[in-house]
Every structure is written in structure tokens, then in C-alpha cells.
């Protein structure tokens, strides 16, 4: 057996040193010795998404790195994107729009829909397919989860005061057309 | 599944790797973004006694262009092909085909070292070398050496590493004015290895294309020069006639092997109808429009 290894790392806000063997998985780490069961495990080859996590800031699987590989890093799971509200409103259409059934697949939907929003302001239904195109959902037929991330970015350019591309284009059709 | 127990040691230096190797006569692996590897260890089709991190050591990183050269460091990452401005001007014909390599995640991670030094016959990077005339450089404990795309993958998943080499970085002739890159595939989804794919970097001269090279993915055990189907456009304007000279001319670069999903006859088909679309896109160059009027 091989031995342990001192790993630091930060995880949702929290330093953690531990002793790991260097085979474990980021994902198992999280789950078996943080008891953060949020990052759900399927496939444990990169096809799912159901294990995404942000590493510093960047979503990545949690199945595709040794928790050695994250010293130094830092963590956040979608229990601590939870609890700082950062995807409340995410969470608040997901649950609106029915974009979840069993609900295996949703914390990597929501990284991804986080990370996704971070980037692209008003997205349209083929960039936010697109983005999930690493996202498996064996309940949904991905329609209601589309719905609901394109509704989660209207409301955030609503309350940003930020008009959408499809209302910046009526408006400018209405101008060049003389009444 | 789970990998099998193995030490892990991280290199802060090449020579740390050249080391750690050295030290187990072999028996690892180095680690990059881990993308491909990762699994491969989880599946067990591979079980060393070492990973070797190479993916803190700083000498692998950053983007420079030096000696009328772009030097695109191993450890960077596919997300970066994306968003660098260095890529942008430099290399567009990366920038093109990142989109298609795996998902945005993978993405984050995955590098480009990793992706030439694994040399995955459906992997985008390494034909996109071959396209733009790349050569790697390559350190092992002896001192560098730079070998040409050309001369570099040589079969499947075989390339001109030699065990406990590491590809150090890409270097590229930077994209000058009177260049044109087009890049597609042909893919069941998004982010799915490609059926066929194939990238082109043409040179335009008045309303010809005077130079070009098109490279093809996933047709053969590694990315190939379609160089029939360059001869046939290489000197002409792109016509119509010319393009369906360069897709006839296919037949000729193009041996796909017989696969349960894909017969041979398919595969060689769907390279023509990309070629024919990429040809039609490089004709689209402001330049190349007197060729269709
Ligand atoms: C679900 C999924 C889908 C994917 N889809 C695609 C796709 O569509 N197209 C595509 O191109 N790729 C795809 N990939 C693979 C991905 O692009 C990998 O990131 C890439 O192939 C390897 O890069 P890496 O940095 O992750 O390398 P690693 O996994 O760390 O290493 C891969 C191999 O290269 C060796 N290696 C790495 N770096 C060096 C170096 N600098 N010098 C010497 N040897 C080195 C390693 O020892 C190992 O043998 C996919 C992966 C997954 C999991
Ligand atoms: S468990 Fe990580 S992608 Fe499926
Ligand atoms: S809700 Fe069940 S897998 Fe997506």
C-alpha cells in the first residue's frame, strides 16, 4: 500500500488538512472523509457531470483528480455554493420550472448553470445545450433544466436593469421601422 | 471502479521528474490535467506504481512568441485555446477546434501537452499540429529536442516520445496576413469524440489558394495529411470543380478501418462532405470570392 499524503486544501470557506492515500479521488475525499455527499458520484469517468465541484473558481469532476492534486487549492462544493446564496436563484427556478426529478443529476447542473451564467449573460437555448453537453440527465429530457437556466438569466438582467439580445433586437426593429 | 494504489510524487522541476522516474526505472505515469489518465487508471487499463505531477512545474507553462515563433507551453489548458488573445491572433485554427474538444469542464483541466503526447486518433489538437506544421519540443534527462508534427504520431496512440520524455511545448509558425483556418467535425453530440473532423490552413494569394494543408481526425489510427486532396486545390481557385476534384482526391489520402458503428464507406463519405464544407468556407475568404463570380 502506498502511504499518506498531507494534502491542504480549502473547501467551501473551510481550511482542511488531512492525510490522504493518493489514490482517492477529489470526489470520494469530499464525500467519505467531509461528509459532503452533494457531489454525487455516477460514472467515475468523466461522462456524467454528476461530481462537478469548483476548483478555484473553475468547475472541474471530482472523479477526474486525486484530492492530492487540489493542495493548495480551493473547493467549493454545492453544499457551500448553497449556503452563500450564490445559486439561490438557480435553485429557486430548478424547483419552479421542475428542472429535476430524482434530483442525482442536479448539483452538476448547477455548477455548470453557475459557471455558465458567470461567463454568458443571455445565452441562448443552443449555448446553454452547449454548456450542458457534459451534464447527463437520465429524467428530464433536459428541456425543463434549458428553461430554467434561460429563465435564471433573464431574471438576473432583469434585476440588472440589462435588456436581453432578442429585446435589444425588437427595440432596434422598431426604430428603423417608420410608423 | 477505483485506480490501483500507487505512490504519488510531485515534480517541481523537470530534472525532479526526470528523477522521480529515473527512481522507479519507469514504472509511472506523469500526470497533466489527468483527463485521459484519470480514467485509464480508474478502468485499470493502466496500473503504475507512480503518478508524476508534472503539472506544477513552471517551465511547462505560458504563451510567448519568440524567434518569429509561437510557443504554446505543455500544461496549457484546452479552456485557454479559447480565450487567450495571444491564441486568437496567432493560432485561430486552435482557437476554431477547441470548442469541440470534450465539454467545458474537461476543458478546464485538460492540457494540450496531454493531448499530443497521447495522441488519441479522435483527439482534435494533434491533427490541428499537423494542419498548422507545429513542432514539439521535448525535453528528457539527456537536453531538448524538437521534432515536426510531421514525424511525430506515428501510429495508435504511438508517438516519438521516448519513455520518461516530456513534451515541454508546441511551436508554431504564427498566422500572417493572407492566412485562412477553418475547422469542423462531424460528431453524434457536441463534445463527442468525432466521427471525422478535419482541420485546414490555407495560403491565398489574389483570388488562388496558393499553399495549404489539411489535416483529417479519426479517419486512421493517427491524424493524417490529406495530401492528395491539398495537390488538387494547392495553385486554383476554389470552384466548385476544384473542390470536387479535392473530395474525389480523398479517395486516395483516406484508408478509414471498418468499426462496428462506421463503415468504411460512411467514414470516407462524411470526410468529403466536410471537406467540401471547409473548402467552401476557405473560399469565403474576402480574397477567394472572384473564384465564384
Ligand atoms: C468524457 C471525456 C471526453 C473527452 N473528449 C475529448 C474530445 O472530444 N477530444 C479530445 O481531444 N479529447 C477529449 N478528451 C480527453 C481530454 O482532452 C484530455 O484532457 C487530453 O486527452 C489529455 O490531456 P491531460 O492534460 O488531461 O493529460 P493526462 O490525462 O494527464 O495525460 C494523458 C497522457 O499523456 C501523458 N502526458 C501528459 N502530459 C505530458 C507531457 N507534457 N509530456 C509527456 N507526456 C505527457 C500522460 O502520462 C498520459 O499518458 C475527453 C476526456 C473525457 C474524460
Ligand atoms: S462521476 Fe464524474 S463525471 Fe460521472
Ligand atoms: S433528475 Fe434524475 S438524472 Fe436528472
Redesign the pocket.
Given at each position: 500500500m502506498s502511504s499518506r499524503i498531507a494534502v491542504a486544501v480549502t473547501v467551501n470557506g473551510q481550511a482542511i488538512s488531512a492525510f490522504v492515500e493518493p489514490r482517492t479521488s477529489l470526489a470520494d475525499f469530499l464525500r467519505n472523509d467531509l461528509g459532503l455527499t452533494g457531489t454525487h458520484l455516477g460514472c467515475e469517468?468523466?461522462?456524467c457531470g454528476a461530481c462537478l465541484v469548483l476548483l478555484d473558481g473553475k468547475a472541474v469532476h471530482a472523479c477526474?483528480m486525486y484530492a492530492v492534486q487540489a493542495d493548495g487549492q480551493t473547493v467549493q462544493t454545492v453544499e457551500g455554493l448553497s449556503e452563500s446564496r450564490a445559486i439561490a436563484d438557480i435553485q429557486q427556478v430548478f424547483h419552479e420550472r421542475n428542472a429535476l426529478q430524482c434530483g442525482f443529476c442536479t448539483s452538476g447542473m448547477l455548477v455548470t448553470a453557475h459557471e455558465f451564467l458567470s461567463k454568458c449573460q443571455d445565452p441562448s437555448r443552443a449555448e446553454i445545450r452547449d454548456a450542458l453537453s457534459?451534464n447527463y440527465c437520465r429524467c428530464t429530457g433536459y428541456e425543463a433544466i434549458v428553461d430554467a437556466i434561460a429563465e435564471t438569466a433573464r431574471g438576473r438582467a432583469d434585476r440588472a436593469g440589462i435588456p436581453s439580445q432578442a429585446e435589444q433586437a425588437a427595440k432596434s426593429d422598431a426604430e428603423e421601422t417608420p410608423s | 471502479m477505483k485506480a490501483r494504489a500507487f505512490e504519488y510524487v510531485r515534480a517541481s522541476s523537470l530534472q525532479d521528474a526526470f528523477e522521480a522516474f529515473a527512481r522507479v526505472s519507469g514504472d509511472c505515469?506523469?500526470?497533466?490535467?489527468?483527463?485521459?489518465?484519470?480514467?485509464s487508471l480508474s478502468l485499470r487499463l493502466q496500473a503504475p506504481a507512480m503518478l508524476i505531477d508534472?503539472s506544477r512545474i513552471d517551465e511547462?507553462r505560458g504563451i510567448t512568441l519568440a524567434d518569429d515563433m509561437l510557443r504554446i507551453g505543455?500544461?496549457t489548458r484546452?479552456a485557454e485555446m479559447l480565450t487567450s488573445p495571444e491564441i486568437a491572433r496567432h493560432a485561430p485554427l486552435l482557437q476554431l477546434a477547441a470548442p469541440?474538444?470534450?465539454?467545458p469542464a474537461?476543458r478546464n483541466?485538460?492540457?494540450i501537452?496531454?493531448?499530443i503526447?497521447?495522441a488519441?486518433p479522435?483527439?482534435?489538437?494533434p491533427a490541428v499540429t499537423l494542419a498548422l506544421d507545429a513542432e514539439f519540443e521535448i525535453a528528457g534527462p539527456e537536453g531538448l529536442r524538437r521534432v515536426r508534427a510531421e514525424g511525430f504520431f506515428k501510429g495508435l496512440y504511438e508517438t516519438a516520445?521516448e519513455p520518461g520524455?516530456?513534451?515541454?511545448a508546441i511551436r508554431i509558425p504564427p498566422f500572417r496576413a493572407g492566412d485562412r483556418a477553418v475547422f469542423d467535425e462531424l460528431a453524434r453530440r457536441r463534445?463527442?469524440?468525432?466521427i471525422v473532423g478535419a482541420g485546414i490552413q490555407g495560403r491565398v494569394a489574389g483570388d488562388r489558394i496558393e499553399s495549404l494543408r489539411i489535416a483529417f481526425l479519426s479517419v486512421g489510427p493517427a491524424p493524417i495529411r490529406a495530401r492528395h486532396a491539398e495537390a488538387a486545390v494547392a495553385g486554383h481557385a476554389l470552384s466548385p470543380a476544384v473542390i470536387a476534384g479535392a473530395q474525389a482526391a480523398l479517395e486516395r489520402d483516406l484508408d478509414p478501418a471498418e468499426d462496428p458503428q462506421t463503415s468504411p464507406a460512411m467514414r470516407l463519405h462524411l470526410a468529403r462532405v466536410l471537406l467540401g464544407r471547409l473548402l467552401g468556407r476557405l473560399g469565403e475568404h474576402p480574397a477567394c470570392k472572384g473564384a465564384h463570380a
Open positions: 469517468m468523466g461522462v477526474l457534459g | 505515469c506523469y500526470l497533466a490535467g489527468g483527463q485521459s489518465l484519470v480514467p508534472i511547462l505543455a500544461l484546452h469541440h474538444v470534450a465539454h474537461i483541466r485538460g492540457t501537452g496531454g493531448a503526447a497521447l488519441d479522435a483527439a482534435e489538437f516520445l520524455e516530456i513534451l515541454t463534445g463527442d469524440y468525432a
